[in-house]
């Protein structure tokens, strides 16, 4: 089953306005790392997390992992039509000793100029 | 090579044949997954293989598909007697060592259609 949901699947803003993404674990996590993917592209690695509580920015783009490693979430502010494609989450269960990443859903943006 | 490639990039062929994808990851990357990604969807987790444990082959769809990785290099991806469904693009990451906490280098995919 899912291991790592990610809300919402589609985003739809105006070239301004801000965007937030979120995932979710049922299982703590050891580290989470975040994905974007241009319009017929591959994804591209943007940050990890590994910290309870981490908080990293990147421009733009605020990333937060959760105090309990369950959860993440990617903000996105005064998006640019540049920001427009598939973001993913991705986590390593805690304790795992294979190390497998396991791909939320992902959330699909759209930016309105 | 500089990054993950793949080959081919674009493969056609017909309900019942069988097609061979490759992957050519980083060099001394130790760990190589396998995706699927269908037309404006998610990841699918397919196979990954883990320097020179057994592979997690928990992703892999039905018994027409496999995967090896020879050498811990090169890895090919085979689909027998493909099935319309089985059109997607094939993604193939690889890191550096075998632990996810490693960032993941995705190649180029190779879009699969199946007539």
């Known amino acids: 089953g899912q291991q790592v949901m990610q809300i919402p699947q589609y985003q739809h803003v105006q070239e301004g306005e801000d965007f937030t993404t979120y995932c979710n674990s049922s299982t703590t996590l050891s580290n989470i790392q975040w994905y974007k993917q241009r319009p017929g592209g591959h994804p591209v690695f943007l940050i990890q997390?590994?910290?309870?509580?981490e908080v990293k920015k990147q421009k733009r783009l605020t990333f937060q992992f959760g105090e309990a490693k369950k959860n993440s979430s990617l903000h996105i502010t005064a998006t640019q039509t540049t920001d427009v494609g598939t973001y993913f989450c991705?986590?390593?269960?805690?304790?795992?000793?294979?190390?497998?990443?396991?791909f939320g859903r992902g959330t699909q943006l759209t930016v309105w100029p | 090579g500089a990054g993950v490639s793949q080959s081919p990039s674009n493969k056609v062929t017909e309900k019942g044949k069988d097609v061979e994808l490759r992957c050519d990851p980083i060099?001394?990357?130790?760990?190589l997954y396998w995706y699927r990604q269908s037309l404006g969807q998610g990841l699918e987790f397919l196979i990954y293989f883990q320097g020179n444990s057994a592979p997690d082959k928990s992703g892999l769809p039905s018994d027409r598909f496999s995967a090896e990785r020879t050498g811990g290099s090169v890895s090919t991806l085979t689909i027998q007697r493909t099935q319309q469904e089985d059109s997607a693009v094939y993604l193939c990451?690889?890191?550096?060592?075998?632990?996810?906490?490693?960032?993941?280098?995705f190649g180029p995919g190779t879009r699969l259609t199946v007539l």
């Open positions: 060099s001394g990357h130790t760990a």
């Open positions: 990451a690889s890191s550096l060592v075998a632990k996810g906490g490693d960032t993941q280098y």
């Open positions: 991705a986590g390593v269960r805690g304790g795992s000793t294979l190390g497998r990443l396991y």
């Open positions: 997390l590994v910290k309870s509580g």
